[in-house]
């Protein structure tokens, strides 16, 4: 009944000490990662990524580390306005997930660090470059489709900036860090 009226954590009378401390901790855990999820995309934020990270590197694993970051969405959120945006956060998001579940990988995890800031962690039996390359293809496949028509032929459009200037902007890119990361 505690649990269908909105409680996240219940304990029995009389309880064992330790179990209450173990399920505040757990409690907690699962808070600070709910805040931390982006809210538009679903995905693990930072905190969650950190926290990947220093497990790992704990555990004395090897594995890959992807950094993804949208080149000049700003320009394309400004022209297209932000729901647009939305749109491409959201759709990117759900590419880089269905990229890791295909990898049928153990470690792998998705987050979204900022709003056009995404990270993918693999183990390292998973080869970086093809990785790279198939994220790249796809995001290339989705991105161009946000765009009119005139703006595809061209590959670029005006955009007027804050400050009044008229600038040539390119279609949107994305750039990909990726690192090996060994024990030690």
Do not use: H
């Given at each position: 009944?505690?649990?269908?009226?909105?409680?996240?954590?219940?304990?029995?009378?009389?309880?064992?000490?330790?179990?209450?401390?173990?399920?505040i901790?757990?409690?907690?855990?699962?808070?600070?990662?709910?805040?931390?999820?982006?809210?538009?995309?679903?995905?693990?934020?930072?905190?969650?990524?950190?926290?990947?990270?220093?497990?790992?590197?704990?555990?004395?694993?090897?594995?890959?580390?992807?950094?993804?970051?949208?080149?000049?969405?700003?320009s394309?959120?400004?022209?297209?306005?932000?729901?647009?945006?939305?749109?491409?956060?959201?759709?990117?998001?759900?590419?880089?997930?269905?990229?890791?579940?295909?990898?049928?990988?153990?470690?792998?995890?998705?987050?979204?660090?900022?709003?056009?800031?995404?990270?993918?962690i693999?183990?390292?039996?998973?080869?970086?470059?093809?990785?790279?390359?198939?994220?790249i293809?796809?995001?290339?496949?989705?991105?161009?489709?946000?765009?009119?028509?005139?703006?595809?032929?061209r590959?670029?459009?005006?955009?007027?900036?804050?400050?009044?200037?008229?600038?040539?902007?390119?279609?949107?890119?994305?750039?990909?860090?990726?690192?090996?990361?060994?024990?030690?």
């Amino acid at each position: 009944t505690g649990i269908k009226l909105g409680a996240d954590e219940y304990v029995c009378k009389p309880f064992d000490p330790y179990e209450l401390v173990a399920r505040i901790e757990g409690l907690l855990r699962r808070v600070k990662i709910g805040i931390s999820a982006n809210p538009l995309t679903g995905l693990p934020g930072k905190v969650s990524f950190e926290t990947k990270l220093k497990e790992l590197i704990s555990d004395s694993e090897s594995f890959n580390v992807f950094y993804l970051d949208i080149d000049n969405f700003k320009s394309l959120n400004d022209k297209y306005g932000s729901e647009r945006g939305d749109i491409v956060l959201k759709n990117f998001a759900n590419l880089l997930v269905k990229i890791s579940s295909e990898l049928n990988d153990r470690i792998a995890f998705v987050g979204n660090l900022s709003a056009d800031d995404f990270a993918l962690i693999t183990s390292d039996q998973q080869d970086i470059e093809l990785i790279a390359k198939k994220i790249i293809e796809s995001f290339d496949n989705m991105i161009i489709q946000e765009y009119d028509e005139l703006t595809r032929k061209r590959g670029y459009f005006w955009w007027v900036a804050r400050d009044g200037t008229e600038k040539k902007v390119p279609i949107v890119t994305l750039s990909i860090g990726a690192i090996k990361v060994q024990p030690g």
